[in-house]
């Protein structure tokens, strides 16, 4: 009998041993600050930093270039007891003459005696080993695959949505590819294409916006005081002061941008969908995003990581 409760002890204090071992795991993962952290980098994405930048409050920039961290994920990548956490960054020009076009960085890491260890990179949704451009693997259907709009994890894999098309201005699917970890390393499992709804019906925007969930509903919809705020808080920072004078004259004029706002309420992913025909416009209203920087966070109750939002800049518009 009291053989029995010995092995029963024993099994007990395993089974918690395990237990409070993969919770400390997964704290330790937590404890760590990423956005004090040092990241390595390397040709041809950062290599003006040289081999690593170290980020304060998730930010470093020199007179011409910038690093920014953008999201912090965390999950069970390696269906193993442990935590991961995946940090999603970019880089790119200190002075965004073309905003969106900045590159696309994400780090795996995990935890190994007591250290960060960096268990995959990828770049523009591509495994990266730190030389030498990110690989696209060539593709029957021609598609180029443009940044990435969204990071999301799942047991033993990471997706990376994607936009997609003949020609970067001009997206037309999304395209979400999914990795699973396969005997020590991230390898290409799924592919999902859908439509890109912004570009097969760009004047849907109700009153200059368009705000698109995740699964391509209609999140203005769904939250028009929101897109009401978006849509007051972009017309508060449009300076049309810099717009040329004949320009402003042609009260049809319009310029149409679709950009990214993250459940935070940060923005990215800036890029001009329709020209007016007249540069001042455009880049005033490119210039416009970028002074808002942040809008308000995304409803508590909206699950997804991110809104597409189309917005439609007129002179005529009241």
């Known amino acids: 009998m009291k053989r029995q409760q010995h092995v029963c002890l024993i099994l007990i204090l395993l089974f918690a041993n395990s237990f409070w071992g993969a919770a400390f795991a997964q704290d330790r993962i937590r404890s760590l600050n990423f956005n004090e952290f040092s990241y390595r980098v390397g040709p041809p994405y950062c290599e003006e930093f040289g081999p690593t930048v ?8 020199n007179e011409k270039d910038k690093f920014e961290v953008s999201q912090i994920l965390y999950g069970n ?8 956490a995946v940090v999603v960054a970019s880089c790119g020009p200190q002075v965004p003459a073309h905003p969106g076009f900045e590159n696309d960085l994400v780090y795996v890491y995990g935890i190994e005696n007591g250290q960060p260890d960096l268990l995959a990179t ?3 949704g591509q495994p990266w080993s730190f030389m030498g451009a990110a690989t696209e693997v060539k593709r029957q259907d021609r598609l180029l695959l443009f940044d990435v709009i969204g990071v999301s994890l799942g047991v033993g894999s990471i997706s990376f949505e994607r ?5 970067r201005c001009c997206p ?12 020590g390393r991230f390898v ?7 439509p890109w709804n912004e570009v097969q019906n760009p004047s849907a925007a109700a009153n200059g916006i368009q705000m698109l969930d995740q699964g391509g509903g209609s999140f203005s919809e769904r939250y028009p005081w929101y897109a009401e705020a978006v849509k007051r808080t972009i017309r508060q ?19 149409t941008v679709t950009f990214t706002i993250n459940h935070d309420g940060s923005v990215r992913n800036i ?23 942040h809008f308000p966070p995304l409803p508590l109750d909206y699950n997804g990581s991110y809104v597409s939002v189309t917005f439609e800049f007129s002179l005529g518009a009241r």
């Open 163 to 167: 936009m997609a098309g003949e020609a």
């Open 237 to 255: 920072n449009w300076i049309q002061s810099s717009i040329d004078p004949s320009a402003r004259a042609d009260r049809n004029a319009k310029t």
């Open 271 to 293: 890029r001009l969908f329709q020209s007016s025909g007249n540069r001042s416009m455009d880049d005033s209203a490119q210039r416009a995003l970028l002074s808002v920087g």
């Open 172 to 183: 037309t699917f999304h395209v979400t590819q999914t990795f699973r970890w396969n005997n």
């Open 77 to 84: 990548l390696t269906e193993s007891s442990r935590e991961q």
């Open 122 to 124: 990828f770049a523009f």
């Open 188 to 194: 290409l499992a799924h592919e999902q294409k859908n």
């Open 54 to 61: 170290k980020v304060h409050q998730g930010k470093f920039a």
